[in-house]
Nanobody, 115 residues
Framework: QVHLVESGGGLVQAGGSLRLSCAVT????????MAWYRQAPGKQRGLVAT???????TYADSVKGRFTISRDNAKNMVYLEMNTLNSEDTAVYYC?????????WGQGTQVTVSS
């Protein structure tokens, strides 16, 4: 069973930055894709960013230029660097690993941006 644990969330003022981390119990080299999602109150969970095995990345339009996803294969870690945060970024952020077409989720970490 693959386990993912997110950390790094918290309360930050608008315009500030946070770095989320995702620790994976499986070698992330075996993951087809790693991703960050988020879910705001009353809204569906949505894709924020992905990073493939080769390091290729994709971003939701709402975070392009502000967020950066990265991975450390040696540490089995995935990161989400978030800059210029605004109130619309307030959500629970989830890490996801896709292994052989199966998705594994972490428990989420809360990010709250105060205006």
């Amino acid at each position: 069973q693959v386990h993912l644990v997110e950390s790094g969330g918290g309360l930050v003022q608008a315009g500030g930055s946070l770095r989320l981390s995702c620790a994976v119990t499986e070698s992330i080299l075996s993951c087809d894709c790693m991703a960050w999602y988020r879910q705001a109150p009353g809204k569906q969970r949505g894709l924020v960013a992905t990073i493939g095995r080769t390091g290729s990345t994709t971003y939701a339009d709402s975070v392009k230029g502000r967020f950066t996803i990265s991975r450390d294969n040696a540490k089995n870690m995935v990161y989400l660097e978030m800059n210029t945060l605004n109130s619309e970024d307030t959500a629970v952020y989830y890490c996801k690993a896709v292994i052989q077409a199966r998705g594994y989720w972490g428990q989420g970490t809360q990010v709250t941006v105060s205006s």
